[in-house]
């Protein structure tokens, strides 16, 4: 199998941090993005989006989106358990996936979509949507930060789990784009710290 992935998409890094945190080694296929290559025809044909990452099969099986493919190695490789043991687990970790991307992730990578060249021909870009999804991103940092006031230091039951990992990704745009998480928020900083911290963060 392979993986066309690259090394600072949002998306790309889930897979690998996960595939990290699992202890997984899978081929990587570098894809040049600014170069375009997402867009070529025979990139086209493995996925019709145009985006990284894609796994691929030995037998030709191709797996796109970043949680599907998480999802493949979870269900292949059970241990280290990112996406929750139990169906009660499941449960809460999708719970918190689901608002990490939709919360935490959603604003800053629509701030990407929205001013970034490499997006122009994949939405009609409106570079005042992006200032407001940077204000509303200071009021989901607080938001998180509140939920966070109980000490814990990951997202969902204090295990970390796929939804830290999407926090990950968000971190990451952050940096690219220089949008620092607001240094007056102490439990969202403890999370970033732990995160920063981890081996799979350097992978």
Known sequence: ?????HPMAPNAVRTL?????????????????MAAETRSPA???????????VLELDDGTLITESVAICRYFEEAHPEPSLMGATPVEAAQVEMWSRRMEQQILGPIAQVGLHTH???ADKVEQLPAYAETQVRLMAKKWAWLDAELSDGRTFV???RFCIADITGMAALHI?????HPVPGDLPNVKRW????????????
């Open 156 to 158: 969902c039951n204090d």
């Open 117 to 119: 060249e490499f997006f």
């Open 174 to 178: 952050c940096d690219f784009f220089g």
């Open 1 to 5: 199998m392979k993986l066309y992935s």
């Open 43 to 53: 990139f086209l044909k493995k996925n019709s989006l145009g985006e990284i990452p």
């Open 192 to 203: 970033e710290t732990a995160m920063r911290a981890r081996p799979s963060w350097k992978r």
């Open 17 to 33: 941090v996960f595939l990290a945190e699992k202890g997984i080694e899978v081929p990587i296929e570098p894809v040049d993005l």
